[in-house]
């Protein structure tokens, strides 16, 4: 993999982080139910991505 390639990826690995962190702050903040399960999911997807671009390294 070129260097340019690791750097997107860090990036992208970065970029994830930060949207699991922004949901994990907004469950704190929610009380409605709906809202607090569609947040878990964007959640998890976020995880799933950032695992696969781990993996990738």
Request: proline fraction near 4%.
């Amino acid at each position: 993999m070129s260097p340019k390639e690791l750097l997107y990826i860090e990036d992208a690995l970065g970029h994830e982080k930060f949207l699991i962190t922004q949901c994990q702050q907004a469950l704190v903040n929610l009380r409605d139910p709906q809202l607090r399960a569609c947040v878990q999911q964007m959640g998890t997807a976020h995880q799933q991505l950032f695992n696969q671009f781990y993996q990738l390294v």
